[in-house]
T-cell receptor, first 115, second 111 residues
Framework: GAVVSQHPSRVICKSGTSVKIECRSL??????MFWYRQFPKKSLMLMAT?????????EQGVEKDKFLINHASLTLSTLTVTSAHPEDSSFYIC???????????FGSGTQLSVL | DAKTTQPPSMDCAEGRAANLPCNHS???????VYWYRQIHSQGPQYIIH???NNETNEMASLIITEDRKSSTLILPHATLRDTAVYYC????????????FGKGTHLIIQP
């Protein structure tokens, strides 16, 4: 199956710093990428949808200035958590789908811990 | 995405078939039934999907009722590594609008 690579797998940062998470589709062109977050023992919640070359669409309640998404190419999307605070600590997961795919492929996730 | 209902947890003995039910009575005609699973601290893994017909792949079988209001995921010979949360999702377009995850079923394979 198609592979989506997410990096880093784990990051610890100080409050007030910014963190960038990368999501790459390794063997297909991802026309659309999605970013989810997941709190402990909870289900995944969709944060935003990004299409290559256009601005991301954010779900209700997700601050677009807080979570900056860039989808500059068909194989790369990045999520930047700006001025991170402890409440931003969570498991962030990207996913991608391509033109001919009938399914969504997920990265392995990034565990963000903000001290 | 269609609303789905799954039991919160299930146990299954290692080596036996695990049958995970899902109700999706409001699924629309163009929505597929997708199954994903998530092992602790990993991203979701695609298992199988179907529209009307039963499907089988190397991981599992998917049985969809004729009225499409429910389905069953079958893991034919469960192993300890199959312990995970299993999500049943009704969605169209290959998830092109993103997938809405419910609470899923926590399947625990007992040795």
């Amino acid at each position: 199956g198609a592979v989506v690579s997410q990096h880093p797998s784990r990051v610890i940062c100080k409050s007030g710093t910014s963190v960038k998470i990368e999501c790459r589709s390794l063997d297909f062109q991802a026309t659309t990428m999605f970013w989810y977050r997941q709190f402990p023992k909870k289900s995944l919640m969709l944060m935003a949808t990004s299409n290559e070359g256009s601005k991301a669409t954010y779900e209700q309640g997700v601050e677009k200035d807080k979570f900056l998404i860039n989808h500059a190419s068909l194989t790369l999307s990045t999520l930047t958590v700006t001025s991170a605070h402890p409440e931003d600590s969570s498991f962030y997961i990207c996913s991608a789908t391509g033109v001919v795919n009938e399914k969504l492929f997920f990265g392995s996730g990034t565990q963000l811990s903000v001290l | 995405d269609a609303k789905t209902t799954q039991p919160p947890s299930m146990d299954c003995a290692e080596g036996r078939a695990a049958n995970l039910p899902c109700n999706h009575s409001t699924i629309s005609g163009n929505e597929y039934v997708y199954w994903y699973r998530q092992i602790h601290s990993q991203g979701p893994q695609y298992i199988i999907h179907g529209l009307k017909n039963n499907e089988t792949n190397e991981m599992a079988s998917l049985i969809i009722t004729e009225d499409r209001k429910s389905s069953t995921l079958i893991l034919p010979h469960a192993t300890l590594r199959d312990t995970a949360v299993y999500y049943c999702i009704g969605a169209s377009g290959g998830g092109a609008d993103g997938l809405t995850f419910g609470k899923g079923t926590h399947l625990i394979i007992q040795p």
